[in-house]
């Protein structure tokens, strides 16, 4: 067992199995666990194949900005379950096995191991052998699968309860959804946090009171005149949600999308002193900095100084001395300008949730309507789908009926019927030359 930091404070538990214990998780995983998955109750379980964490945090953005632009209310819950692998108790996780029809022997073989005498590493010290009479080790490649096993009761008790509810979780970190009429939205977002906080207690999984967050697309006032006591103290204009910034229809502080840049600008700052450049340090942006620095820019997007802000350090990176060199030469000849994909991906998120139906196709064209002028500065986005208008408008195409946009040269292009690769390879090409575009108005 090995006590990693956390930046919050405390410290994570990670546990490394015997290399061959470790392989046999691993089969086991391969062969049984993900078959078991895929005929799993569907919950809304994001960070999987079908819907990545991105896209959760895109769909629940965007049904915020139908709202919004419906005047509907929209109240957002965010549950996190302290210390969660460490309070899975064996003995309810024997029965929700038997109940869900997952492998009795298997689940057997899992908590033996997990009973397994083990000694906990920390700073050069080393603890003697202990042994654990509740808890699923957070490193095993079934952790996941016994926190799925463990919530689903709870969480199917829940849906039947509260139907109209929408309902997002990442392994222990739970959404709860709620929009209609404000009266109904209030009445389902207090009975959904108080169902669900009892339910995972009865599973002995303590929710956190201080972690509980509440954002709404109201204001204070209204909100404070209509929630319940505890929902108000837990009220914030904008939260992290899964590693990207959501204020549930309101323009958001962008708090996590600043702190992400400073972190890549770090990085690279220490990458610098390794003194490589060109294709090695274009190698390392693209498998390291880059997605760092992209992920969530589909949803909350990024501004003009952050873009900035990223191409510089990436320019220093591949260019010793990037002094009276032009960046977007030196980025896009070595195929690492972060600018083409903040500027696209937006774009290419919004064809695709036209063509797979994250949410309501008729949905995502009345907010287009309602967005026909599109935001003209950076603060005004309040969702994906007006980021991907201000992104495309960003790039001069022009906005015609429905998902359809036409650029200065007659080019049009209808996002819900294209497909999403199509999309990306025109307006990569788009960007690209308007970047160009830039540099030559900068530097004539």
Known sequence: MYLLAKESGGERTIGVFPTLVRLMSRWF????????????????????????????????????????????????????????????????????????QFSLLLIRWLIVVYRMPRRVSFLQSLSEDCSACRSAVAGDSFADVCMRLILLAPLLELRAEFPKVHVTIVVDDIQLTSHGRLAQSFSEAH????????RLEDQGLPVSRPKLAVVSSLT??????????HLVLSLAHSVRNLGIDYSCGKSAHKTVRIKRVREVMRRIRR???????????????????????????????????????????????????????????????????????????PIVWLAFALRTGLIGKPMILEVLRASAAGPTVFDQVIGPISNAVFS??????????????????????DLADADPATVLFVFKQEAAHHLWREAARRHP
């Not at 009975?191 to 009892?198: D, E, K, L, P």
């Not at 390794?274 to 390392?284: K, Q, T």
């Open 29 to 100: 995983r391969m062969t049984y666990g993900v078959s078991w998955i895929s005929t799993c109750p569907e919950l809304g379980w994001a960070g999987t194949a079908q819907l990545t964490i991105e896209g959760a945090v895109w769909k629940q953005s965007a049904l915020a900005e139908y709202s919004a632009a419906n005047g509907r209310t929209i109240i957002t819950s965010l549950l996190d379950i302290a210390k969660a692998f460490e309070h899975i108790r064996h003995r309810l996780l024997f029965h929700a096995a038997r109940r869900f």
């Open 220 to 229: 204070r006032k209204q909100f404070r005149f209509a929630a319940r006591r």
């Open 191 to 198: 009975g959904s946090v108080t169902a669900a906080i009892q």
């Open 271 to 345: 990458f610098r002193m390794l003194a490589l450049h060109g294709a090695a340090a274009a190698r390392y942006l693209r498998s390291g900095a880059a997605p760092a620095a992209l992920f969530g820019a589909g949803v909350s997007g990024a501004s003009k100084r952050q873009v900035g802000l990223i191409r510089g350090a990436f320019h220093h990176a591949v260019v010793p001395k990037p002094k009276g060199r032009s960046a977007t030469f030196d980025l896009q000849f070595h195929g690492v300008d972060p600018a083409i994909d903040l500027l696209v991906r």
């Open 392 to 413: 495309i408008r960003s790039l001069g195409w022009i906005h015609l009926w429905g998902a359809c946009f036409v650029n200065p040269a007659g080019q049009r292009i």
